[in-house]
């Protein structure tokens, strides 16, 4: 197996723009180009394009606005996990040989159809995400005594995050009493512990061993890789203050990298909603099991920025097929020691975790300089 | 980079009910499994489907709905080539050790979006792709005096071959004044020269060479892969007479495999209408240039099925999913000498072209036994 880096990207501002699928793929490829100056079309052996879009053969149209002509070309879905699937799709097809050069596009529009479960008959008519995360929400408050508070803090640090990348969709702080007076949507969850559907795109670009240092003195590499697919219906779940596909590709993930939860300095996890942070580091041996909410609001009184410095999805907005690659973006940046106002010192070993489909399935990758 | 071989398959029936796609998908696999009596649920590592369906999460629906937990799970979608790209994806995820065991499961419905070329702005009101082929029919029959009863013949034939393949949607000859006589579509087009919008799936188990032995005494290896994407946009074409996507694909197919065109046995190429078989004949090297007509017409004077055996697209349907996956089946059969009437004698050496939008890309694809 060859080693695969992440060798440059490119990255638009998260918005609620009423743009083409196919413009906001192109303006990330774009913006990738502008900052990996060595980088020519005809570098490029493969494009990969991630979204929950219905317009069809993406990779190929972005390819043509951008004036390559790859030899792989295909769009990668799996719902809110599709980017990262769609960048180990890419790991794969340069680890085998088949490429040298991959770039994955990640993009979606506000209006995804991929944000409504129309498959999962298992709901009935509770089909919107708010209705699992609830789930989640009144089980781990249940067994572990997590509070309302404790799921404002999530939102609070993660819309402060965010205030230090300028690519988020919001600009603005909320305090944990703005996040616990906003609207009530279930019995649990308000309207700022969930995350926002917008417009945007994101492209990272991966490249063998054999070719990194052509385009870049600071590569990022791909050192573990661990997915899961526990199901696609919610309630074939049978512990709702877990996340079971998230704790399998974590250890699988470490394993493959032979790291340890506690080896990993900075991580990008999927916060759709408050309560998914909270078990997620949890799931990702950061806390105990039942201490996720103490450990995430040690992050927000000392501000540290270990987990979600972007913002997370509740800072940054969540434009589905995008957001596996902006996670992956945000690490690169921390790892390469670029990351600005958000930088966590000292940063080596990053890790993102991506999920889908009230977090049935689950990819985990580990990133180390 | 490890050896692949596809190790076993299950197909359905090709026809227009009128069923979800989810129950398509589900059916091929459920076939697959009957056909390899060693292969348990668990030993799946990668579930990825292949359709340009606009339903989301369907590799993971079709994992529960068959009772598998995979790591990898994703649809990949290029239109008429999703297909074979989502083959070459699995491949790669083995070759380089990420999976030991994948499922690839194609599937379409008979009114599948991605019939119509939405997205080709440069094709003014043209968008359906009768009248891509049509531009090709009129150039090669200006450039190389290809006639209409050229065409008849591809269409004869492949009707004819698809008599002996039971998953054909197709169960009638027509002779080649049945097919001169059928409806003019375009001057040059007439109905039966185009293939048939149906409802089918297919599937395929791939596995790596560690492996292979538990599932198949008979593996048949993917020793050649070859693609191109040279643009999205039709009139970015240059040559009306070539497909120069599939040219080379084909190129890069033999060079990988160690192989010549004159050493293929049999062969599935993707006759979405009549003129591409001619063209690809030539373009994959079977005929020098402006030969593919007599090539084919000598395939059917002599009965010689080395040509799309199972009948093609013109004869078996077009379920745009399916469509690479039921190619890559029937040269599996094929190569296994269990082709029954369809059996080309003593092949060894396969190869499968299958191709999207207006041959805009093209995948091909070498096997051998």
Redesign the interface.
């Known amino acids: ?1 060859k080693n695969v880096a992440i060798s440059g990207f490119g990255i638009t501002k998260f918005t609620r723009d009423d743009l083409p699928i ?1 413009s906001l793929m192109a303006s990330a490829v774009k913006s990738l180009f502008v900052n990996t100056p060595n980088l020519v079309q005809k570098d490029v052996d493969a ?1 990969l394009t991630a979204t ?1 879009d ?8 972005t ?2 606005l951008t004036g390559i ?11 809110c996990n ?1 980017g990262a ?2 960048a ?2 890419a ?8 490429a040298d050069v991959a770039l994955v596009v990640g993009a979606e529009r506000f209006d995804s ?2 944000l409504i ?3 999962d008959k298992s709901r009935g008519q509770f089909r919107h995400p708010i209705y699992w995360s609830s789930i989640f929400t009144k089980s781990h408050m249940r067994r572990y005594g997590t509070t309302k508070e404790d799921l404002a803090i999530v939102s609070a640090k993660n819309h402060k995050n965010a205030l230090a990348n300028p690519y988020a969709y919001f600009e603005k702080e909320f305090s944990i009493n703005d996040i616990m007076r906003s609207k009530n949507l279930t019995e649990d969850i308000r309207l700022l512990d969930c995350s926002y559907p917008c417009s945007g795109s994101a492209a990272i670009l991966l490249t063998s061993e054999d070719v990194t240092k052509r385009f870049t003195d600071c590569p990022i590499w791909i050192t573990g ?9 919610f309630t ?1 779940n049978h512990d709702f203050t877990a996340i079971q596909s998230t704790r399998e ?1 974590a250890n ?1 993930a470490y394993k493959m990298s032979s790291k340890e939860s506690s080896e990993i300095d900075v991580a990008e996890v999927h916060d759709a909603f408050s309560i998914c942070e909270i078990i997620e580091v949890e799931d990702l041996g950061f806390a105990i099991k039942g201490n996720g909410s103490k450990y995430v609001r040690e992050m927000y009184d000392t501000q540290n920025r270990r987990i979600n410095p972007r913002g997370g999805l509740l800072g940054s907005g969540h434009p589905l097929g995008a957001t596996g690659i902006a996670q992956i973006i945000e690490i690169v940046q921390q790892l390469r020691g670029e990351a600005k106002k958000r930088q966590v010192e000292g940063a080596d070993v990053g890790l993102v975790q991506n999920m ?2 009230a977090a ?2 689950s990819t985990v990758l580990i990133m180390q300089s």
């Not at 790991?91 to 088949?98: N, Q, R």
Request: charged content about 15%.
């Open positions: 197996m196919e494009i929950s219905s317009s069809k053969y993406l990779s190929s149209i390819a043509e002509t790859p030899k792989i070309s295909h769009n990668v879905e799996s719902l599709s699937n769609c180990i799709s790991f794969a097809y340069i680890a085998s040989g088949l159809p991929g479960l129309e498959w890789i661990g997915q899961r697919t526990v199901s696609a219906s074939k590709a699988d889908s489909a049935t399935s």
